[in-house]
């Protein structure tokens, strides 16, 4: 005999499922990533798993394209109190995110304990070769053979000419174009710069190219590792292989050029690629064309995107607050005043007296944070502020909350330039990383973005057609219109 179930009984057996279903969704981050931790698990930084396998992940992006991202890290403060370090499951990983500046110092300045733990995804685009990937002794040789080439003295001094000339053409030239996307010109010119210090003289065919397929690349580096025709990642895929190609036909030709020369004629000044095609290790080994592609890609990379956004800030952030364009148009005109009548142009000691234009590049990578964050992993058990990070657990030091922080800088959505008349403790500025990782290229980046900047105040102004364009924040922040304006000469 059939029994039949009353509508008590329908609704107590569906009350059961849905809380069985709960505890098993609850749980199961639990099950696969602590319980194999043991008592270890109680020692863990306060803080959750979120969604199964997927992890907090939605969150993360769901508040990074909101008008308010620091809503992320501010969520685990509300619930779980001022602790500095909270556990989470992000990039398919159980990690931490480290939300103090001593936390952050630590966790940059301990390589004994920590190692890069950048996602598979950051790690496939960028290739196994490059800095993100490769072990510290690899990365301390490689570093410090491409440093001189990038940050030495002889090598700025060198580079402030051709970037002096290429920033007055190209602002002379938007003065003729109308209405532009100032953020588009931007990443145009700061690539070219970074194209010539590399690669020395290219074709704008070739700029061209491998300018639209960073593009493509950036916008899957943060995001989730979905390769499926119609997701940022798997376009960002098709795009490194792209370049790869494009490099190696560079690679390819140079190499040609180099076998062709006759002995003692060089070049005088050695660009990037010949750096590293000069390099070998202590066994006389060279680097293969997979090592020089992949270093070349993640230099270029960060060295045009960042620059080229910065740039783009600062310059509307002066041109919206007119007290302090006004200071750095008087600075610069005291240089100017300095100067030897014989001297044409900028040099590097002139560039290194701008106190003021420093402190307006520095509170623009403050308040923008171009990377809100940067990835190790634990390479044994560590503790930070009495909690615990288990070994092969990854470590997010998050920038943009220490650069946010009201306890550091007061009113710290406000941009004041003034607010580095006071000097700050290790760990609490962070616009390029800390340790033996730091960017190896901020000395260059800083000197391109004052070059642009001195022209640009002395002769210049932006008028934004969207005043109040909205923001977005991923892959990097900036207005959606790509601040679209016009660039207009001062009148005399």
């Known amino acids: 005999m059939a029994i039949e179930m009353g509508p008590i009984s329908v609704f107590v057996s569906i009350a059961a499922s849905l809380m069985l279903v709960r505890y ?31 992890g907090n992940m939605w969150s993360f992006l769901r508040a990074f394209k909101s008008t308010n991202p620091n809503s992320f890290a501010d969520s685990y403060i509300a619930r779980y109190g001022k602790t500095g370090i909270y556990k989470v499951l992000m990039f398919g990983n159980p990690s931490v995110i480290v939300t103090t500046a001593e ?7 301990d390589d004994d304990k920590f190692t890069p733990g950048w996602p598979v995804a950051t790690a496939e685009l960028m290739g196994k070769k490059s800095f993100v990937s490769i072990p510290y002794e690899d990365h301390k040789r490689l ?21 002096e000339e290429n ?63 119609g997701f940022a990642f798997h ?45 070998v290790d202590e066994n006389g080994k060279s680097l293969g064309d997979d ?23 600062a310059a509307y952030y002066l041109n919206k607050h007119p007290e302090y364009l006004q200071k750095a148009r008087e600075e610069q005109e005291e240089i100017l005043k300095k100067r030897p009548p014989t001297q044409k142009g900028l040099i590097l000691e002139e560039v290194r007296k701008m106190e003021f234009l420093s402190k307006v590049v520095d509170e623009t990578l403050r308040l923008v944070t171009f990377s809100p964050m940067v ?45 580095w008349n006071i000097p700050h403790k290790a760990g609490e500025f962070l616009p390029f990383g800390a340790g033996t990782r730091l960017c190896p290229g901020n000395d260059l980046a800083k000197i391109e973005i004052s070059v642009f900047l001195h022209y640009f105040v002395m002769n210049y102004k932006l008028e934004p057609s969207n005043p109040n364009c909205p923001i977005r924040h991923l892959p990097h922040t900036r207005p959606t219109d790509n601040c679209l304006a016009r660039i207009k000469k001062i009148s005399a």
Not at 103 to 109: E, I, N, Q, R, S
Not at 190 to 209: C, P
Not at 291 to 313: C, F, Q, V
């Open 291 to 313: 090592d020089i592609i992949d270093i070349m890609l993640m230099y270029l990379n960060a060295g045009h995107e960042s620059s080229g956004h910065i740039t783009m800030w």
């Open 167 to 229: 920033v007055k053409a190209s602002l002379e030239n938007w003065t003729k174009m109308g209405e532009i996307e100032f953020l588009t010109e931007m990443r145009k010119l700061t690539f070219k710069i970074i194209m010539h210090i590399f690669f020395g003289a290219t074709s704008a065919t070739i700029r061209e190219g491998l300018e639209k397929e960073y593009t493509a690349l950036n916008h899957g580096i943060r995001a989730m590792r979905i390769n499926i025709p």
């Open 235 to 279: 376009r960002a895929l098709q795009a490194r292989k792209n370049l790869v190609s494009i490099f190696q036909s560079v690679v390819d030709q140079r190499r040609i050029e180099r076998k062709g020369r006759a002995p003692g004629t060089g070049k005088k000044h050695k660009d990037m690629m010949d750096a590293l095609m000069d390099a």
């Open 24 to 54: 098993l969704l609850k749980n199961l981050n639990w099950w696969l990533y602590e319980s194999k931790l043991g008592a270890k698990q109680y020692s863990l930084p306060p803080g959750d798993f979120g969604w199964p396998l997927i």
């Open 103 to 109: 936390g952050c110092k630590k966790v940059l300045t």
């Open 143 to 163: 570093r410090r053979l491409t440093s001189a080439s990038v940050n030495g003295y002889e090598a700025l001094s060198i580079y402030i000419p051709f970037i």
């Open 375 to 419: 990835f190790r992993e634990a390479k044994s058990d560590v503790n930070i502020n009495g909690y615990l990070i288990p070994k092969g657990w990854k470590v997010m030091t998050w920038f943009r909350h220490v650069h946010h922080d009201n306890d550091i800088y007061p009113n710290p959505m406000e941009f004041n330039p003034y607010r």
